[in-house]
């Protein structure tokens, strides 16, 4: 993984290619994301800056501008939840897929070998020349599933 010097002056230097100021508030943003290993929607991102900076004033529409720059330039990734938005992870860690979980939005990361070879071999075997792939299985999350079984009687 990327270190955190090196990510902020990528990040500088992305702001200034696009006509943007650095600013703490920028820098905040991008340094929560770097150091905690969450699934982020722009609100729980936003929360948890105000919680941990107090005296900083970020504004959603800050967080939402940020997160968009840094998708469109790959330092961070989202997945998509329907009519429910995105969660937001850094892009710039090891390859791994998610299971989502459909009732509570719980995500759970993996890798498997013998997923990214068969993909590879699937690829191959369609003369496909595969650059990128995301997998995310959904379905429901073993608290979900034991929060809707019937309580047993005694």
Excluded: W
């Excluded at 009732?103 to 071999?121: A, H, P, S, T």
């Amino acid at each position: 993984m990327i270190d955190y010097p090196t990510l902020l002056q990528t990040f500088k230097q992305l702001l200034k290619d696009n006509g943007l100021k650095f600013t703490n508030q920028r820098e905040v943003i991008l340094k929560m994301l770097y150091e905690h290993d969450d699934h982020f929607t722009p609100e729980a991102l936003h929360h948890l800056i105000k919680d941990n900076y107090p005296q900083l004033n970020v504004g959603i529409a800050t967080v939402y501008r940020t997160l968009g720059l840094l998708e469109d330039n790959g330092i961070i990734n989202s997945i998509s939840f329907d009519a429910k938005g995105k969660k937001y992870e850094f892009g710039l860690k090891k390859h791994h897929d998610h299971l989502i979980c459909t009732r509570c939005g719980k995500l759970i990361e993996f890798y498997d070998k013998m997923i990214e070879e068969q993909q590879k071999l699937i690829a191959k075997n369609f003369h496909f020349l595969m650059t990128d792939h995301t997998m995310n299985i959904l379905g429901i999350c073993e608290t979900c599933q034991k929060a809707n079984k019937p309580q047993e009687k005694i």
